[in-house]
């Protein structure tokens, strides 16, 4: 099962490409957990390079429906058209535009479906997916057309758990749970986007990041993609591992709220202070 | 024995169906495992488990199963115990391209007959047996591309056993008490309670009006469809008993206010009075009374405490456990005013559920809301147990 064996600049760990490789292979939808910024959505891409397919990107947002993905039938569009007759509205075809999961179905190779965040949507999502991802195609009733695929896209499924996702949704699905990575993987990360980096900077940064990570009262903690940003502006600004070390310069590129910074700044440097500081006593509304 | 770990896995409480044991048979089928226990390891949790917080019970049902399943990985590093690395072996192309020629299953085969035989200990270099440095094919840094290479001391990947045996996903196992990650997951479900973006929809009967209006002319009106916003209130029980969890409740704190951003919090000693403090050190407060006439009744609730008092607190007037503090009316009827004014309240107590019988307080407090246990899995029960009351707000 050597379908995928990553990319270059994507480091994937040796569960994550068995679990690849299952989904490729058993031809179901590969859902991808994680904290946000461990590479969710750049595995896709990542994916698609590797195998060599077209990528197609779904978002998904708070009020995509289902059916969305599939086609969506201009109804509007057409009593518009009827009012001029510049277009045979009698004609419905040209009124139905392909989803991206439709697209993905009717394209005449192989390609890589992404649907990022599916979390974000409805509830009954999923469920509404479950046979067009078992069976790989949908009627279009307008039309009385069946949109089957040609052949079986890859589909990669990406959440953030902001919601539970439906248990029969689940049992069709290969799950991977991306952990953070440690310092060693994530050194070799960063050596991937930052290839000529000094070895010193490197070491002080990754130290700054995980002391960061760990005072556990943070309301966002920096993630992966912070820290690759946080590098890039240490280097373009020409800092020396030294001033890493002693200050934290561009403490904004990782850290996003200025209750954090507050937290991070006023702490002790031997870290006394974690969970007991930053109590929040202010009623949002 | 097989079967047995699909058992096993049952009842470490790992939710398997049937139809994700069947896929991974296909999988085993598709040989997708390659022979290996890591690989194995790997394909089944992909397989068969849909959540992080099981991976923990996974890795104990799997150790249960082939903890003294010896291995091949095993085996071989028993060999490699015997060997010693000696310089590199240079071979001609051609004698490359001749051992590139035998392929995996003759080596595998010739590889058994050897371990049988005993062949192992302390070999280096020659052709046939295994050893280090060798064209045979068996053996680390050998030339052989189907030969079976040995963890060079360089593998980053550790064997099945290990990786199960080293539970790296226990804090993410559900009935240990949580941390402010998995809370904020648990809490961020709350946010299907918040309100869904406003959604353009054609107005019919008003763009037939205004058509008519226009003359047959058509004229679109669209309309915005919001939906109702609901929102999180959190009283929480501090001071006294609850002290030991007081960290417990502050990450919960943290965890809920970054997460929703309609959220009201208040405190409260054991029980709810006629007062409600806003603060945690108890020095600032709302009448209760007022709290009830003047919150919408669509909040969702949350309170947290232990609810262990001495029942005189909760059904005494006058009960409340500060001496200074008088309260005509006992906690209990205030207690029954917050639930009977907000459609939806939950308790959630850090005490494990099992106590919960033993104490009389809790078992009149139960009586009124809802309990749940302050663990990932309550929390989460517990949200969904608001939710499910959804629907009545958006009707």
Request: a negative charge; one cysteine or more; aromatic letters at 10%.
């Amino acid at each position: 099962m050597n379908y995928f064996q990553g990319t270059e600049d994507y480091v994937l760990s040796a569960a994550l490409r068995d679990s690849v490789n299952v989904s490729i292979a058993l031809g179901r939808p590969l859902l991808i957990k994680g904290e946000p910024g461990t590479g969710k959505t750049l595995l896709a891409h990542s994916i698609a390079r590797g195998v060599g397919k077209q990528l197609i990107i779904w978002n998904i947002k708070s009020t995509t429906k289902a059916r969305d993905g599939l086609y969506v039938y201009d109804t509007v569009q057409r009593l518009n058209d009827s009012r001029f007759g510049d277009r045979d509205v009698s004609d419905i075809k040209q009124y139905i535009n392909l989803g991206k999961l439709g697209q993905a179905f009717n394209s005449p190779e192989q390609v890589v479906l992404l649907i990022d965040e599916i979390d974000k949507a409805d509830i009954e999502f999923p469920n509404d997916l479950l046979n067009e991802l078992d069976e790989m195609s949908f009627y279009i009733p307008e039309t009385s057309e069946t949109i089957k695929a040609i052949h079986r896209p890859i589909v990669i499924i990406t959440s953030n758990s902001e919601k539970e996702l439906p248990d029969p949704f689940l049992r069709r699905c290969v799950f991977h749970y991306i952990e953070f990575p440690d310092e060693s993987l994530m050194e070799e990360i960063v050596k991937v986007h930052h290839p000529d980096m000094e070895k010193k900077l490197l070491r002080e940064c990754l130290k700054k990041f995980y002391w960061l990570r760990q005072f556990d009262m943070l309301r966002k903690k920096p993630s992966t993609s912070e820290l690759i940003d946080w590098i890039q502006a240490l280097i373009v600004g020409g800092i020396s591992p030294k001033a890493v070390e002693n200050e934290l310069p561009f403490l904004g590129a990782l850290l996003k709220k200025k209750e954090d910074t507050d937290l991070v700044t006023g702490s002790d440097k031997n870290h006394y202070a974690y969970n007991s500081s930053s109590r929040t006593s202010r009623n949002v509304y | 024995m097989f079967i047995n770990f699909f058992f096993s896995l049952k009842s470490h409480g790992v939710p398997v169906s049937l139809h994700e044991w069947l896929t991974l048979h296909r999988a085993l089928a598709m040989d997708l495992n390659e022979c290996s226990l890591t690989k194995f390891y790997h394909v089944a949790r992909a397989v068969l488990v849909k959540n992080e917080i099981h991976f923990d019970r996974f890795d104990l049902a799997f150790l249960d199963i082939f903890k003294d399943v010896e291995t091949t990985d095993e085996v071989l590093e028993k060999i490699l115990e015997g060997l010693k690395k000696v310089k590199e072996l240079k071979l001609s192309e051609e004698e490359k391209r001749q051992i590139e020629e035998l392929d995996l299953d003759q080596v595998l085969k010739n590889f058994e007959q050897q371990l049988r035989e005993g062949h192992f200990k302390e070999h280096v270099g020659g052709n046939k047996a295994i050893g280090t440095g060798g064209r045979s094919t068996q053996g680390a840094w050998g030339y052989n591309p189907a030969g079976i290479r040995i963890g060079q001391g360089e593998s980053r990947h550790k064997r099945a056993i290990q990786i199960a045996e080293k539970r790296t996903f226990r804090n993410y196992s559900s009935n240990i008490t949580l941390d402010t990650r998995q809370m904020k997951v648990a809490l961020s479900h709350l946010r299907s309670l918040l309100p869904i973006a406003p959604e353009e929809k054609l107005d019919l009967e008003n763009t037939i009006d205004a058509t008519c209006k226009n003359a047959g002319e058509l004229e679109f009106v669209w309309q915005n469809r919001e939906k109702k916003a609901s929102k999180v209130i959190l009283l929480m029980d501090v001071g006294g008993s609850m002290t030991p969890y007081s960290q417990l409740v502050e990450l919960l704190f943290s965890a809920a206010s970054s997460q929703i951003s309609r959220f009201k919090h208040y405190y409260f000693h054991n029980c709810l009075y006629q007062d409600l403090w806003t603060d945690m050190e108890r020095s600032e407060s709302i009448p209760t009374q007022e709290f009830l006439k003047n919150e919408d009744n669509d909040y969702k609730v949350i309170l947290v405490g232990d609810a262990e008092m001495a029942p005189s607190e909760l059904t005494w007037r006058n009960g409340a456990i500060d001496y200074w503090y008088n309260n005509d009316t006992p906690g209990i009827v205030w207690l029954q005013r917050v639930r009977d004014k907000f459609k939806d309240s939950i308790w959630l107590n850090p005490l494990p559920t099992r106590s919960w019988d033993y104490v009389h307080t809790i078992r009149l407090v139960r009586d009124i809301f809802p309990m749940f246990e302050l663990t990932l899995e309550g929390l989460d029960d517990g949200v969904r147990h608001l939710l499910k009351s959804a629907g009545k707000v958006y009707v």
